[in-house]
């Protein structure tokens, strides 16, 4: 099993920054792929962005490419989303997920989830 673990949302102002943190235990080499998603009120939860273990591999949904970075450090076993010029329509629950499909955006891809972080962006 592995075992994620999100922090860092909050409440930020359009225009503002966050960065969420995403801790991985277990047996993280379970997962060759860590993702973030995310899951608005009343929608489905959909593909934020993704790092191969390796980190040579990343890939973003459109919606936040150029404002979103996701990076990894190895030793810490820990992925993080530096959010940059935040809307409101970023708000979200923000979920960490482990996979090891390759290059997928498939949230039914990740096994592994953690409980969240809301962040909630307002205008």
């Known amino acids: 099993q592995v075992q994620l673990v999100e922090s860092g949302g909050g409440l930020v102002q359009a225009g503002g920054s966050l960065r969420l943190s995403c801790a991985a235990s277990?047996?993280?080499?379970?997962?060759?792929?860590m993702g973030w998603f995310r899951q608005a009120p009343g929608k489905e939860r959909e593909f934020v962005a993704a790092?191969?273990?390796?980190?040579?591999?990343?890939y973003y949904a459109d919606s936040v490419k150029g404002r979103f970075t996701i990076s990894k450090e190895n030793m810490k076993n820990t992925v993080y989303l530096q959010m940059n010029s935040l809307n409101p329509d970023d708000t979200a629950v923000y979920y960490c997920?482990?996979?090891?499909?390759?290059?997928?955006?498939?949230?039914?891809?990740?096994?592994?989830w953690g409980q969240g972080t809301q962040v909630t962006v307002s205008s």
């Open positions: 790092v191969g273990w390796s980190g040579s591999l990343i």
């Open positions: 277990g047996r993280t080499f379970s997962s060759s792929f």
């Open positions: 997920a482990g996979g090891s499909s390759w290059r997928s955006s498939r949230p039914a891809d990740f096994p592994y």
